[in-house]
């Protein structure tokens, strides 16, 4: 008797707020406040990734030029014939992460989520000889960047944000060279 009355009143508040507002009520989605505003970030987050179009965040050259005078690469691990810096490069056809890693290879990996495959295999590479210079967003809130990144490589933070490719606005991601050896 009193649950079908608890019944009535909620039917009446609904239709008041659906008369008032011309909708229903939304569901409450997240819990709590914080799950609001984790799941804001990580929309942003995605955001950020997706806002090229595409994977194709171009090493500058000069920041390029300044990597190569220090370590000498032989071999560009993920790259197009348009945008390999080095003569010897992996596609996405070859899929470098299906390669050998050897020598000392440069990464400025395909940006999205799985950049933490990259840095696996960078820090797998290293492990067996190879020199790997990672150009990546400096994403240090992830698991990649915990399991592999903190414990294995040398970090050099970009100071401001890096200008991609023929892009000329700032990336709206902060980035790191991560040196596996
Ligand atoms: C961030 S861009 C870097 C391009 C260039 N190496 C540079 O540093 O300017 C990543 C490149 O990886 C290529 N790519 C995507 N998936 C790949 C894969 N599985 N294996 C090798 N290259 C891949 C993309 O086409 C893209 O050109």
Redesign the pocket.
Known sequence: MQKAANAGWLMNIVTVFALRYGTMPRRRKYKTNADRQRAYRKRNRQRAWLKSGS?????PQEL?TDLDGEFHFTI?????PE???CPR????Q????KQIWEGTC?C????GPRVGRWIKKARESARRGATVVC?IPARTDTTWWHDFVIPYSEVRFIRGRLRF?NNGNPAPFPSAVVVFR
């Not at 490069?89 to 996405?92: E, G, P």
């Open positions: 994977s194709e965040w171009e090493t390029f560009d691990v993920a790259a197009t945008n390999a810096k490069f992996f596609t996405r070859e899929d470098g992460l440069f400025n990996p395909p940006y150009l490719g």
